[in-house]
């Protein structure tokens, strides 16, 4: 065996080179999620571009007119206006809700962070549709939160009908996504050395201080990433909006929805649903640049 082995090769001869292999190695699940969403998004797109007509239906046709449409009609505009507004409100209520829900979990002793951690991701085992229904049940005409007005004698139950009002889809949305915010946020928390905050204890700052001028800024990878994450996704929403907001509250995701089956106007459906796209992808990238330059010391 000793003699066999004097006679290989001291090293293994390699017939692609070093670089190659990565890339050889991801190429089935690249082309796997290519597939998979390349297409169907290459499709929406091909379709933006026919016309559409109430006799003959859609129209093979090249042409950017579905574009100019959803451009031009103030209709469109108020509704992308309501999408985005809603969703940087959504976002700025899970950074005030999720940022000192997850440093307080962070802060807590096992076996109690485990547990409460789990509590707060349970939502995401359960449907986004049958979270909405019970919102629905909470906020509707006859449900919890008028009957609880009511009866304390605060107000009729009508005044906790928040159904088909912004600010019962912030709040569905809010409780839908604000999980998301939490995981962000305790990443980047597990990354904090707790010596930091002692020693800037120890020079006389209060907590507050400490939690403000020290952990904070360090967590900004978490909260930067948690806000894009939320942003995206209440952005693109459209069970919730669907569900609580009905026909007097469109977004641009229920509106693509309409075009789609009400109307059926697929071209102008799919037009809707390629600058949504367009729309949050330079809205995330200009964000996530605007912050890196801001707190580029602490991302770097």
Not at 28 to 49: D, E, H, K, N, Q
Not at 108 to 114: A, D, G, H, K, N
Request: glycine letters at 6%; proline letters at 5%.
């Amino acid at each position: 065996m000793a003699e066999l082995a004097s006679t290989l090769p001291a090293t293994t001869p390699r017939f692609l080179p070093t670089s190659l292999i990565p890339w050889l190695l991801s190429a089935p699940g690249a082309i796997f999620f290519l597939m998979l969403l390349g297409m169907p998004l290459l499709m929406t797109l091909v379709l933006s571009f026919n016309s559409f007509d109430y006799a003959d239906g859609i129209i093979a046709t090249f042409s950017a007119a579905n574009y100019m449409e959803v451009i031009k009609d103030d209709y469109f505009h108020e509704i992308f206006f309501r999408t985005y507004a809603i969703s940087i409100a959504v976002v700025v209520l899970c950074i005030a809700i999720g940022v000192p829900e997850a440093y307080i979990l962070s802060r807590m002793r096992s076996p109690w962070r485990s547990l409460f951690l789990v509590v707060t991701l349970t939502p995401l085992l359960i449907s986004v549709v049958v979270r909405t229904l019970g919102w629905v049940l909470l906020i509707g005409g006859n449900g919890l939160l008028g009957k609880t007005l009511e009866a304390l004698g605060i107000a009729n139950a009508s005044a906790g009908n928040l159904m088909y009002t912004h600010t019962g889809i912030i709040l569905a949305l809010v409780h839908v996504l604000v999980p998301f915010m939490v995981i962000s946020v305790w990443a980047a928390l597990q990354k904090l050395d707790p010596s930091v905050e002692h020693a800037a204890l120890s020079l006389g700052a209060s907590h507050s201080t400490v939690f403000r001028r020290v952990v904070v800024p360090q967590i900004m990878p978490g909260i930067l990433s948690g806000s894009l994450i939320v942003f995206a996704l209440a952005a693109s929403a459209f069970a919730t909006p669907a569900i609580l907001g009905g026909r007097r509250i469109k977004v641009a995701a229920t509106a693509a929805y309409d075009e789609y089956l009400n109307t059926m106007n697929w071209p102008l459906g799919a037009a809707i649903a390629v600058i949504l796209l367009i729309a949050n992808v330079i809205v995330v990238m200009s964000y996530n640049r605007m912050m890196e330059r801001r707190f580029r010391r602490t991302l770097g």
